[in-house]
Nanobody, 116 residues
Framework: QVQLVESGGGLVQAGESLRLSCTAS????????MGWYRQAPGKQRELVAR???????NYADSVKGRFTISRDNAKNTVYLQMNSLKSEDTAVYYC??????????WGQGTQVTVSS
């Protein structure tokens, strides 16, 4: 079983920054990719950013230029640096890990609230 522990959410004002962290532990044969998704009230969960073991990244258009995803492979940890936050970034952010066997695991979610 794989466990994901997230941290770093909170309440900030528009224009400010937050950094999310997520560490994976447990039985893992290998990690293919790690990423962050978010879900706002009344909306579907959407991809925010994703990074592969080879450091290939992709971002939602709405966060390009403002958010940066990175990872520490030795620590099985993924980070999401969020700058210039907007009210529309308010959501529960979920960490995702995809193993090399393509099984996916999810964190419990961390709330990010941006006040305008």
């Amino acid at each position: 079983q794989v466990q994901l522990v997230e941290s770093g959410g909170g309440l900030v004002q528009a224009g400010e920054s937050l950094r999310l962290s997520c560490t994976a532990s447990g039985r893992m044969f290998g990690i293919n990719a790690m990423g962050w998704y978010r879900q706002a009230p009344g909306k579907q969960r959407e991809l925010v950013a994703r990074i592969t073991t080879g450091d290939s990244t992709n971002y939602a258009d709405s966060v390009k230029g403002r958010f940066t995803i990175s990872r520490d492979n030795a620590k099985n940890t993924v980070y999401l640096q969020m700058n210039s936050l907007k009210s529309e970034d308010t959501a529960v952010y979920y960490c995702n890990v995809q193993l090399v066997n393509f099984r996916n695991y999810w964190g419990q979610g961390t709330q990010v609230t941006v006040s305008s």
